[in-house]
């Protein structure tokens, strides 16, 4: 059984910082892309920054230089460091990774439960 788990959402004003983290569990092969998605009110999940294994990374317009997306393999854990902060940004955080587990002979994609981003003066 594979598991993400994400932690370090919360509330936090105009202007801040907040360092989201996913840490992938269980019978994991190999993992190839992570990724951070969102969700805000009343919209569709949109993809925030990914990273692969040895590769590039890919960030939406709307992030691109205040947001940094990094991982560490070891750990099975991606990280996504979120500064100057904007209300527009206020969104469930979702993580991805697409993986293979040992019991599977081709990769999957998982995701975590979210976790609430809320940033408001």
């Known amino acids: 059984q594979v598991q993400l788990v994400e932690s370090g959402g919360g509330l936090v004003q105009p202007g801040g910082s907040l360092r989201l983290s996913c840490v992938a569990s269980?019978?994991?092969?190999?993992?190839?892309?992570m990724g951070w998605y969102r969700q805000g009110p009343g919209k569709q999940r949109e993809l925030v920054a990914t990273?692969?294994?040895?590769?590039?990374?890919n960030y939406a317009d709307s992030v691109k230089g205040r947001f940094t997306i990094s991982r560490d393999n070891a750990k099975n854990t991606v990280y996504l460091q979120m500064n100057s902060l904007k209300p527009e940004d206020t969104a469930v955080y979702y993580c991805?990774?697409?993986?293979?587990?040992?019991?599977?002979?081709?990769?999957?994609?998982?995701w975590g439960q979210g976790t609430q981003v809320t940033v408001s003066s």
């Open positions: 991805k990774a697409d993986l293979r587990s040992y019991s599977d002979y081709v990769a999957s994609r998982y």
């Open positions: 269980g019978s994991i092969f190999s993992i190839s892309v």
């Open positions: 990273i692969p294994t040895g590769g590039t990374t």
